[in-house]
């Protein structure tokens, strides 16, 4: 069966320090891994997805298949980063449904 | 251009009662899926729609849950004798239209509370 975890339910941070959200999955097979955020009053969005290789807001995840992680760094916190956080996964074929984790809250201090 | 859209927001539903939630996904889009997200916790998959064609619907909770997208756009997800245990956010989301690994967008959910 496929599964995330995110252990930590509420991460809080000062301004300008780092964060790291924790990810870690079960698949049987190669996944792709999502992370999805959610602002206050708005709708769950993606940030980004592994294969894109891309840096969002300043965010970034690497997929460690040994460790079967997946988790979301920024290497200065801003305010509007404050958020809750959603790490995903789904498989490459047959069904193409989101497995997300529980969700960890990021709370941005000034 | 529009993204997924829901209706209604917010149901208060008595126990019992049936309901009908409705999905408005993003025009052209292939692929839809209903997921249940329940307070405190992440969404989990409920159905998923190709087209009109339901394809999975392995992960509705209960035969009281019946969805259906008669023409391969919109969506209604009915709950019919609802319980207690059914209030949940209640989210869609579509991806397209090659309906295969493409993002999935989501709607902004439909509250349900049933008392």
């Known amino acids: 069966a496929q599964r995330v975890t995110q252990p930590e339910k509420l991460l809080s941070v000062f301004k300008g320090a780092p964060v790291e959200l924790k990810c870690n999955y079960s698949y049987s097979g190669s996944p792709e891994l999502f992370w999805y955020v959610q602002y206050s009053r708005q709708r769950l969005q993606l940030l980004l997805r592994h294969i894109s290789r891309e840096s969002i807001k300043g965010f970034t995840a690497d997929l460690n298949k040994g460790e079967t992680s997946f988790h979301l760094k ?37 | 251009g529009a993204g997924v859209s829901q209706s209604p927001r917010y149901k208060v539903a008595k126990r019992g009662q049936d309901v009908a939630l409705r999905c408005d996904p993003i025009s052209g889009h292939v692929s839809l899926f209903w997921y249940q997200q329940a307070l405190g916790q992440g969404p989990e998959f409920l159905t998923y729609f190709q087209n009109e064609a339901q394809l999975d619907k392995s992960g509705l909770p209960s035969d009281r849950f019946f969805a259906e997208r008669p023409e391969g756009s919109v969506s209604t997800l009915k ?28 709607g902004p959910g439909t509250r349900l509370l049933v008392l």
């Open chain 1, 74 to 110: 920024k290497p200065f916190a801003q305010e509007e980063d404050s958020a809750m956080y959603y790490c995903a996964l789904s498989g490459w074929t047959g069904r193409r449904a989101l497995t997300f984790g529980s969700g960890t809250r990021l709370q941005v201090q000034p």
């Open chain 2, 79 to 106: 709950i019919q004798r609802t319980q207690q245990e059914d209030s949940a956010v209640y989210l869609c989301a579509s991806s397209g239209p090659g309906g295969g690994t493409e993002t999935q967008y989501f």
